[in-house]
């Protein structure tokens, strides 16, 4: 798992973040200004906190089952 897998993994964490975000802002009755830049703020953070997350527990091995993205080893194999 390259960087390239890391950095779409960031970008659609970031993405989802930031619609729900911001979302949830606007039916606040918040400005599109401001939810916007909320978005981008907890968005961000959010996707970082992920991401980091993910990358230290890849490795060190930990599989995640939602994720899927620690690849198998001879002993997980049937």
Known sequence: MGPAF???R???VFAGAFLIIGAAQAL???TRRYATS???LWG?????LFTATRLYR???GQACALCQDTPQTDHDQP
Request: hydrophobic residues 35%; aromatic residues 10%; charged residues 20%.
């Open 6 to 8: 890391w950095l779409r």
């Open 38 to 40: 909320q978005g981008v």
């Open 44 to 48: 961000g953070i959010s996707a970082s």
């Open 58 to 60: 890849s490795r060190k």
């Open 28 to 30: 606040k009755g918040h």
């Open 10 to 12: 960031f970008l659609t």
